[in-house]
C-alpha cells in the first residue's frame, strides 16, 4: 500500500511474470501485468471500495486481490481500518501553549541578550519541526520523484519563509536589534501558510511516514510557535518605534 493507501505497488523479485487479475465477470482495467524485476503501480477499485467510511458499530472493511504468478494464482487480502479519532483539545493545547512560550521569550529577546540567543534557538527549533513534517509526508509517496522536488512541492509558500528561518536565528543570537523582528517575521509566513496541518488533530490516519503524534507535535508547535514569534515581531516594532524620537517642527529664520 502507497500513498496512504490510495494505490498499490508490486515489486516482482520473482522469476516469473506478476498477473493482477480483475474482479469476476469484469472487464480488464487497470489491473497491471509485471514483468519479474520490475515495479507496477496502480489504484484498484477494489481499494476504493473498501475505503467507503463504514458505519458503526463496524469499523472495518476487507478487501482481496487475486494474482496469477506464472501458473499458481494466489490472494493478497487486506483491510480498511477506521480508528478512533485523537482526543484534539490536547493538541489544541499544545499549540496555545507553544505560542505563550515563543512570545514570552521574544518579549524578555527584546531587552535582554540571553533572551534573543534563547529566541534564536526556539526559532530554528520551529524551522525544524517544519522540516521534519515535510519528510515524514514524503516517506508515504512513491519514491520514484527527485526528492527536493517533492520537498518544494509539499512546502509551497511556506518556502518564502526558508531564508529567514537562518538569517532570523543568526541575527538574534549575534543579538542584533533586527533579529527578533526578522523571527517574527518567519513566524507569520510559517504560520500563515501552515495553518492547515491542524486538521491532523482531527484525524487518527495520517499521511505521515513516521508516529501520527510526531505530525501532530510539528504541527502544534510550527502554527502556535509560528504565532508567538508573529507577536514577537510586533512588540520588535513597537520598541524600535519608541527608540526613535519623532521630528519636531522645522524651524525657520530669516
Known amino acids: 500500500m502507497i500513498e496512504a493507501g490510495a494505490r498499490l505497488e508490486i515489486d516482482n523479485q520473482t522469476g516469473v511474470t ?3 487479475l480483475p474482479e469476476p465477470h469484469a472487464n480488464r482495467g487497470r489491473e497491471p501485468t509485471v ?39 494466489v490472494t493478497i487480502h487486506g483491510e480498511q481500518v477506521w480508528p478512533p479519532a485523537p482526543p484534539a483539545g490536547r493538541w489544541w493545547l499544545a499549540t496555545g501553549l507553544a505560542a505563550l512560550v515563543a512570545a514570552v521569550i521574544g518579549a524578555l529577546a527584546i531587552r535582554r541578550r540571553w533572551a534573543a540567543a534563547v529566541l534564536g534557538a526556539v526559532t530554528a527549533a520551529i524551522a525544524a519541526a517544519h522540516v521534519i513534517h515535510l519528510l515524514g509526508s514524503i516517506f508515504v509517496l512513491p519514491p520514484d520523484q527527485p526528492m527536493l522536488a517533492m520537498v518544494v512541492g509539499l512546502a509551497g509558500p511556506a518556502i518564502a519563509a526558508w531564508p529567514l528561518a537562518v538569517i532570523g536565528p543568526a541575527l538574534a543570537i ?4 533586527s533579529g527578533p523582528m526578522v523571527c517574527g517575521l518567519f ?10 496541518d491542524v ?16 505530525d501532530r507535535a510539528t504541527a502544534a508547535l510550527i502554527v502556535g510557535g509560528g504565532f508567538g514569534l508573529f507577536l514577537t515581531g510586533i512588540l520588535a516594532l513597537r520598541a524600535v518605534s519608541r527608540a526613535v524620537p519623532p521630528e519636531g517642527p522645522a524651524e525657520f529664520h530669516r
Do not use: E, K, M
Not at 507569520?188 to 501552515?194: C, E, G, H, I, W
Not at 486538521?199 to 510526531?214: D, H, K, Q, R, T
Open 18 to 20: 506478476v498477473d493482477v
Open 35 to 73: 514483468p519479474p524485476g520490475t515495479t507496477a503501480r496502480w489504484s484498484d477499485s477494489r481499494i476504493a471500495a473498501a475505503a467507503q467510511a463504514p458505519d458503526p458499530p463496524d469499523h472495518r472493511r476487507a478487501w482481496t486481490i487475486p494474482l496469477r504468478v506464472g501458473s499458481q494464482t
Open 174 to 177: 549575534a543579538g542584533h536589534p
Open 187 to 196: 513566524g507569520v509566513l510559517l504560520a500563515l501558510f501552515s495553518a492547515s
Open 199 to 214: 486538521v491532523s488533530f482531527f484525524y487518527a490516519v495520517l499521511p505521515f511516514g513516521w508516529n501520527p503524534n510526531l
